[in-house]
């Protein structure tokens, strides 16, 4: 009972950091119609220039986590203008394909200066804390809190500042939006930004959790892509009960399943909710 | 000049196709002024050119006396001609007072007196004000499109069908406001399925029949007339 009890903690506290890149995604699908995978080197990106700002420049690992948002939010917007938004006019499903290319390149951009070598962040040494008989560590709590305030910022931002409201707009009703006066490229580039940043935080907070390597994104971009798909692509609160159910399966599958398997829950995820109930469990609402 | 004048314009939705063959449509400021005609003549098609979605292949469109022709949505959108498009005309999971929002995006100055103000003017969109724009009835979501189209305080107002699919007693209302709406100097250019009501209520009308003019005068003469009699008003 207690096991379950343990691995029910660790699938919230894994699925909340999960809902943060998946909030990425599924936020850059709903403005810009396609599932840019480019996240997943992004996720890299984010969580390698944490590590520099934590170990080269001494950083705490709260405060280097921004410097991961922007470097990863600044590449989300850059790729997109350069690589990617030229071939979204040929097609949402080129583009798609295009950012899946974009995300082995900017993998080797990574490899070339850091190597393939697995890297740690330079984190207090810290002891479980215990109660009834669950363990708990201090940085597993952190991790914890900068994704919860990461969420509450998305939704502040989304539900009450003007260019939220514009970005709801524009994946509520783009030609409505463009009457309106809404422009779209604005629009755009912010979703880039913020949804890669967003995926460059994930990408930190799953390295504090473990370590760091170049396919550090690349591993968990099934994760990320089955709790948006989960919860409805395109909708912000499914992204976040998305990834809350994919984090607590995972770990639950340990029961049956040896870890290596563990993968299996997201396309198992992915397959059931495509087969069953394609629209997600929240249906698609844009925040 | 009037406020708006289109001279001969040529629209369609891809390079090959004309939908509007040489069109021409003058409103004054401050009258209403009805588009009708059957299926497929361009009404539409018309409107969605003056606003910026479509770009004319040929022709002229200006409004007090600035050419707009070939210039996009937005920007004509803050130059004071407000468009409502006959489907999808609301943001439908955004609330209806964020929705009056949006109406107003692109002059943020002064829009919380002007949301508080349409709500005033109509409670219906007060009381349902943190509803989701989607569970408003059809006769509701034209009056708040309407409304976000005036949170810009246009000069001109374009409405694409604004009865369609509504029930007589909704439409009835909604003939109402437009005609409110004028009454307060906004110019209305509509299309409308409903030639009957919209003949009553505009000053001028223009028929256009595939694409081209056809007859155009005031409403009520119109309305007379045996042969648009026969045509358009079913009898």
Redesign the interface.
């Known amino acids: 009972m207690t096991e379950i009890a343990q691995l029910v903690l660790n699938g919230i506290i894994a699925g909340t950091i999960l809902a943060v890149p998946a909030i990425g995604i599924t936020a850059i699908y709903a403005v810009l119609r396609f599932p840019n995978f480019a996240v997943s080197s992004i996720a890299t990106m984010g969580a390698f220039a944490g590590y520099v700002a934590n170990v080269s420049f001494g950083l705490p690992a709260a405060a280097a986590i921004l410097v991961g948002f922007l470097l990863a939010g600044l590449v989300g917007v850059v790729s997109d203008e350069i690589v990617l938004k030229p071939i979204r006019r040929n097609g949402l499903l080129a583009a798609a394909i295009a950012s899946v290319a974009l995300t082995l390149a900017l993998e080797n951009v990574v490899r070339f200066f850091f190597g393939n070598d697995l890297r740690s962040y330079d984190l207090p040494i810290a002891r479980d804390w215990r109660f009834l008989g669950l363990r708990i560590g201090p940085q597993q709590v952190e991790n914890l809190a900068i994704a919860l305030i990461a969420m509450a910022a998305v939704f502040l931002f989304l539900a009450f500042t003007r260019m939220g409201k514009a970005m709801r707009a524009v994946a509520d009703n783009p030609m409505l939006a463009d009457i309106k006066g809404i422009n779209a490229d604005t629009v755009a580039r912010i979703v880039n930004f913020a949804g890669m940043g967003l995926a460059g935080i994930g990408g930190m907070l799953i390295g504090l959790d473990t370590s760091i390597d170049p396919l550090t994104g690349f591993r968990a971009i099934l994760s990320i892509f089955a709790a948006a798909v989960l919860g409805g692509l395109g909708s912000v609160p499914g992204a976040v009960v998305g990834a809350l159910t994919i984090g607590i399966a995972e770990e639950l599958s340990l029961l049956i399943l040896a870890p290596p398997y563990r993968s299996a829950v997201g396309f198992v995820a992915i397959l059931l909710v495509l087969t069953l109930r394609p629209r997600g469990i929240l249906g698609e609402r844009a925040y | 000049m009037g406020l708006l004048s289109v001279a001969g314009v040529v629209a369609g939705y891809s390079a090959a196709d004309e939908i509007l063959k040489g069109v021409d449509l003058d409103v004054e400021a401050g009258e209403i002024v009805a588009i009708i005609g059957p299926n497929g003549a361009g009404k539409s098609t018309l409107l969605k050119t003056v ?1 910026g ?1 479509l770009r004319p292949k040929a022709g002229t469109i200006a409004l007090g006396g600035q050419r707009i022709d070939g210039r ?3 920007e004509i ?2 130059l004071g001609l407000a ?1 409502v ?1 006959q489907e ?7 609330s209806v007072a ?1 929705n009056l ?3 107003g ?2 002059d ?1 100055r002064g829009a919380k007196h002007k949301i508080a103000a349409l709500l005033e003017r109509f409670p219906m969109l007060a009381e349902k004000r943190r509803q989701a724009a989607r569970t408003l009835s059809g006769g509701q979501r034209q009056i708040l499109a309407m409304a ?1 189209a005036l949170m810009v305080e246009p000069r001109i107002l374009l409405l694409d069908e604004p009865s369609a699919g509504l029930s007589p007693v909704a439409a009835e209302q909604l003939f109402a406001t437009i005609r409110a709406i004028n009454r307060e100097g906004v110019a209305i250019a509509m299309v409308e399925q409903n030639a009957h009501e919209a003949l009553a209520i505009a000053h001028r009308a223009f028929i256009l029949v595939d694409g081209r003019n056809s007859r155009s005068g005031a409403g009520a003469a119109l309305a007379a007339d045996p042969e648009v009699k026969r045509l358009f008003l079913g009898a």
């Open positions: 606003a979605l996009p949505a937005r959108s803050t468009f498009p999808a005309n609301v943001f439908a999971r955004m964020e929002e949006m109406g995006y692109v943020p976000m």
